[in-house]
């Protein structure tokens, strides 16, 4: 089968196209047909490692001395169960579903194995295969850092970074929690995330919301760009900041990725695809992500639908 396998840490260019053996199931797992992935921030991170220098000698032994211990990167995808191991139950061939791989990665390839009982399930009915695959990173890292901060109705809820995978997808489930949503992006994405449902939105180019003078229950930093120091003027006395950097690594379970396709059946969320690569052009994709401009996803088309 044809994979993306990054051949030693660096910049994109490191990224081959390479036929490789296709997996092969174990007794508890599926082997999926991929239709769709995605290239995340986080890809993008393990292929250029980015480590803190505390941290540099502890991230290689675990991800990989000279290149990725698992070379094919790829955290969440879409596609069609091509067969079942023996000891599978709730799958059947032909299943189309979608699934976060997490760190097992191996997503920018034709085919990837996956526990039965891991994170993987039927994708929504009302999706393409492309549509599906960008919304398991960040809806389950959004769904993880709202509950921890606390997330119920009527909150105040300020969205830093509202227009990125995790951004967009946070917008949309606060005020499917009944939030009052403050979202925050420059200027070119304003529009967008007023029309995934932000009561208020903030240009950063032009305002400080620290400095407005206003007050948030809760404010997710969903690019990582932001201190706690930075916000403590914008918190109510209770207030919670939360960050996908710093706060901890995002908890997922089949039953958030059940949860967020019934979401999506019920038209409640949306993913946002901001462009569109084949197989082969997953190192311009990296490029692409690498910029820390994209609006939602970069969807990888592995094969037609």
Not at 23 to 34: A, F, M, S
Not at 278 to 285: G, H
Request: glycine share 10%; proline share 4%; hydrophobic share 40%.
């Amino acid at each position: 089968m044809r994979a993306i396998v990054c051949t030693k840490y660096g910049s994109p260019d490191v990224l081959k196209l390479q036929e490789v053996d296709k997996p092969t199931p174990k007794d508890n797992e599926v082997l999926i047909k991929v239709y769709a992935t995605t290239v995340t921030s986080g890809d993008c991170r393990i292929r250029s490692f980015r480590s803190p220098f505390l941290f540099w000698i502890p991230m290689r032994i675990m991800i990989g001395l000279r290149k990725p211990r698992k070379p094919i990167l790829g955290l969440e995808l879409a596609g069609e169960i091509e067969a079942i191991g023996k000891d599978v139950t709730g799958f059947q061939i032909g299943d189309q579903v979608y699934a976060l791989n997490g760190m097992r990665f191996g997503a920018h390839a034709e085919y990837a194995c996956l526990p039965a009982n891991g994170e993987v399930t039927l994708k929504p009915t009302n999706m393409t295969y492309e549509e599906a695959a960008a919304i398991p990173f960040g809806g389950t890292s959004a769904l993880h850092f709202l509950r921890k901060a606390g997330i119920q109705s009527r909150k105040k809820v300020l969205i830093y970074g509202a227009s990125g995978a995790v951004g967009t997808a946070a917008v949309q489930l606060a005020k499917h929690y009944g939030a009052e949503v403050t979202g925050v992006c420059s200027t070119a994405n304003v529009a967008l995330v007023r029309s995934l449902g932000a009561d208020q939105v903030v240009d950063y180019t032009q305002e400080d919301f620290a400095q407005s003078g206003q007050h948030y229950d809760i404010i997710l930093d969903a690019v990582g760009k932001i201190s706690k120091a930075n916000c403590k003027t914008a918190l109510t006395p209770n207030g919670v900041y939360v960050s996908v950097e710093g706060s901890g690594v995002a908890k997922v379970s089949k039953e958030d990725l059940i949860f967020l396709k019934e979401l999506a059946e019920s038209g409640k969320i949306q993913p946002v695809i901001d462009r569109r690569y084949s197989l082969e052009q997953v190192p311009e994709a990296h490029s692409y992500v690498e910029k820390g401009r994209k609006k939602g996803n970069v969807v990888i088309q592995v094969r037609n639908e």
